[in-house]
């Protein structure tokens, strides 16, 4: 079962639009972190957000945290062709039972031509 | 380069096989979780150690073990390989139990 799903699964546009993408959840998380994955490389972590309504800007990339913190956005302006990539989230659990792992959603794939 | 390490890179085997895979995590990290990546699954947590001793635990196959070392690097140990076990593994480590991960470059598994 996936905790947290991702929308939309591919996304290709051409450079200069803006995109949204969501990550959503039923379960409550402590924190949610986003990252960037590049082909054969490993996931890079952009973002931590910690409170419900926090919004957190990254250059032109843009993360909201929902109120409930159940789910999340990324908001890329004027996307370029080095903002392709893999985007996933990761809610962080609470307790002892799932310790400090990071649940991830499967990713937006986003690809960006000139 | 985040500093976490990984090997090998690569490793191709059949089935019925063991491999052992290998992680470094950044110097001063003393925690190390594993996960697997595949096309239908997503990236998923498979196990943390924490200063040699096990922390958490997520969906990890029993024929799947690991553990981590006096000199805080860590092994993945898969045995009685299936072709659905093909997938990259990823090490990451954090500072303490909880935190910023930092992922490593990932080892590419393939079961033929």
């Known amino acids: 079962t996936q905790l947290l799903e991702q929308s939309p699964q591919f996304l290709s546009i051409q450079e200069g639009e803006n995109l949204t993408v969501y990550c959503n959840s039923s379960s409550v998380f402590s924190s949610l972190q986003w990252y960037r994955q590049e082909p054969g490389e490993g996931p890079v972590l952009l973002v931590t957000v910690v409170t419900g309504g926090e919004v957190k800007k990254l250059k032109r990339l843009t993360f909201q945290f929902g109120d409930a913190r159940k789910d999340s956005s990324l908001h890329i302006t004027a996307a370029q062709p080095g903002d392709t990539g893999l985007y996933l989230c990761a809610g962080l659990g609470w307790g002892s039972n799932s310790g400090y792992a990071l649940n991830f959603g499967k990713g937006t794939s986003l690809l960006v031509t000139p | 380069d985040s500093g976490v390490t990984q090997t090998p890179k690569h490793l191709i085997t059949a089935t019925g096989q063991r491999v052992t895979l290998r992680c470094s995590p950044r110097s001063g990290d003393l925690s190390v979780y594993w996960y697997q990546q595949s096309l239908d699954q997503g990236l998923q947590f498979l196990i943390q150690?924490?200063?040699?001793?096990?922390?958490a635990k997520g969906n990890i196959l029993e024929r799947f073990s690991a553990q981590q070392f006096p000199d805080l690097h860590s092994e993945l140990n898969l045995s009685s390989l299936e072709l659905g076990d093909s997938a990259l593994y990823f090490c990451?480590?954090?500072?303490?139990?909880?935190?910023?991960?930092?992922f490593g470059p990932g080892t590419r598994l393939t079961v033929l």
């Open positions: 150690y924490y200063n040699g001793e096990e922390r």
């Open positions: 990451a480590s954090s500072v303490e139990g909880q935190g910023e991960q930092f």
